[in-house]
């Protein structure tokens, strides 16, 4: 079975600064995830979180 590469633009953690119009990861990586996640062309984050803002509306029916 093949990883999928996650995307951070499709991550929860993935969260726009208003001040800098810039948009971060909310995680703390450590230094090794960030060492891993600058030089992998496809990263596996552990701490990806698919943004899906219907899953409240889901649950609700």
Do not use: G, H, W
């Not at 996650?6 to 090794?32: F, G, M, P, R, V």
């Not at 990263?43 to 649950?59: G, Q």
């Amino acid at each position: 079975m093949k990883k999928q590469s996650t995307s951070c633009e499709n991550c929860a953690n993935y969260i726009l600064d208003e001040e800098t119009e810039t948009y971060y990861c909310d995680k703390d990586l450590d230094e090794d995830e960030m060492a891993r996640f600058l030089t992998a062309s496809t990263y596996n984050c552990p701490y990806f979180d698919f943004y899906d803002e219907y899953s409240i509306v889901r649950k609700q029916n």
